[in-house]
């Protein structure tokens, strides 16, 4: 597996992740924990090495997972996870927004219990709190950091402007943005301000929460606790609006010998070198198929193609749940 660095500070990781949220939560019925155990593994003896999570998937579970599964591995990976939502801990019930310096630090340490672990490898703020100025965050983060409960500082869903004031305060190591074929917003200013200042970035859903791979049809139903059951990308109708992208990706796929998926990633790979995907998945296969991506060598035609046509393309939808925003 190749490696990329995040930032300009020693964060190596492999050049592709694995997303764990949907191991425990948000699609649906949760697997096997036992499998997905298994699952954390052996992507590890495979050669991933960035494992994503957060105190919210779940809530809590996820970290539970994440930190059982790498324990026997723990100083051959890198362990990121987020804070910035206020949970209930006894009812899970998540009750808006919190980035209060106490409350970071509370959630830090729930953290650490959580997965295991004496140190948080990669620590993002999960969303903005518009209520706790981002240089209160920095600052807390990197007191943490100084006194050892992690080694690196990140972002979610932010604005340049955001990544920057953050960044005047302790460097940022990593911002994770949804990116992909169909969600392009960060090409403007968000991507361009972390290439400016040395700050990795970290697609999430790559695969556009499955729609990219092509397997998801437009006359597909949803569980109720799957997270795609509402949002606006997935009514039957933005689906089927939606599907020239799978066409696009299917044309390039069969001149490469590849996947759907394969090509997704590949593409995303192939706009920076300092961009890490994290798909999720919660079968061996899958992940083996993710990780192939690295091997593909996109041609200048086949980026060419990618980025016109799918630039002709009007996406029906809002991205994420409809409400998000590069804060």
Request: with cysteine.
């Amino acid at each position: 597996m190749q490696k990329r660095k995040l930032g300009n500070d020693g964060l190596e990781v492999s050049a592709i992740g694995l997303g764990c949220m949907g191991m425990s939560a948000n699609y649906g019925t949760p697997p096997d924990r036992q499998d997905m155990i298994a699952l954390i593994r052996s992507a590890v003896e495979r050669g991933i090495t960035f494992f994503d999570t957060a105190e919210v998937y779940g809530p809590f579970v996820n970290e539970e997972l994440v930190g059982e599964a790498l324990a026997p591995v723990r100083q051959k990976v890198v362990i990121a996870t987020k804070f910035g939502f206020d949970i209930d801990p006894e009812t899970k019930e998540r009750r808006g927004l919190n980035s209060r310096p106490a409350h970071i630090r509370q959630a830090v340490e729930a953290s650490l219990k959580r997965l295991k672990t004496d140190t948080i490898d990669l620590l993002y703020q999960h969303r903005v709190d518009p209520d706790v100025p981002i240089e209160d965050v920095a600052g807390t983060v990197k007191d943490l950091i100084e006194e050892g409960k992690a080694r690196y500082f990140g972002l979610s869903e932010v604005s340049a402007q955001t990544i920057r004031r953050a960044h005047a305060v302790h460097p940022v190591a990593a911002v994770q943005n949804e990116y992909s074929l169909w969600a392009r917003d960060v090409e403007a200013e968000v991507l361009p301000a972390c290439e400016a200042l040395g700050v990795g970035f970290v697609p999430w859903s790559p695969l556009g929460q499955g729609f990219l791979t092509g397997k998801v049809k437009a006359d597909q139903t949803f569980e109720d606790s799957d997270v795609r059951s509402w949002f606006p990308r997935f009514t039957p109708e933005a689906m089927e609006a939606n599907q020239p992208f799978i066409d696009l990706l299917g044309r390039i796929a069969k001149r490469n010998e590849a996947t759907s998926a394969q090509i997704a990633l590949a593409w995303l790979l192939a706009q920076k070198p300092f961009i890490v995907p994290i798909p999720g998945t919660r079968k061996l296969h899958r992940l083996e198929e993710n990780m192939g991506a690295v091997n593909i060598e996109l041609t200048p035609d086949d980026l060419r193609e990618l980025d016109t046509e799918a630039s002709k393309i009007e996406v029906q939808g809002a991205r994420g749940t409809g409400h998000e925003r590069h804060a």
